[in-house]
């Protein structure tokens, strides 16, 4: 079955750096586009970044254009979110997504936190 194993979160500083992965099983992760999405306390949940199923190309939401960088590695199943110059804004779950024959399924989510 399709899984999603996210990693990387924790708690760092206003400035820092943070490098979040997603390791995929159970499908065939070079043929579909994965993304990153994160849910912050008393928000809905929003796209973050996604990338197509050959990392060829790449898209952002506002507020992570610039700071973010997604990437992938077809050879590892691997999806990652390169996040550097945090806010304390970006503090979230972050979720790592594909969309699989019609179905949706998530990770179990990281936690983001930035503060001083």
């Known amino acids: 079955q399709v899984q999603l194993v996210e990693s990387g979160g924790g708690l760092v500083q206003p400035g820092g750096s943070l490098r979040l992965s997603c390791v995929a099983s159970?499908?065939?992760?070079?043929?579909?586009?994965m993304s990153w999405y994160r849910q912050a306390p008393g928000k809905e949940r929003e796209l973050v970044a996604g990338?197509?199923?050959?990392?060829?190309?790449?898209n952002y939401a506002d507020s992570a254009k610039g700071r973010f960088t997604i990437s992938r590695d077809n050879t590892k199943n691997t999806v990652h979110l390169q996040m550097n110059s945090l806010k304390p804004e970006d503090t979230a779950v972050y979720y790592c997504?594909?969309?699989?024959?019609?179905?949706?399924?998530w990770g179990q989510g990281t936690q983001v936190t930035v503060s001083s």
């Open positions: 997504r594909t969309v699989n024959v019609g179905r949706t399924y």
């Open positions: 159970g499908f065939s992760f070079s043929n579909y586009p």
């Open positions: 990338i197509t199923s050959a990392g060829s190309s790449t």
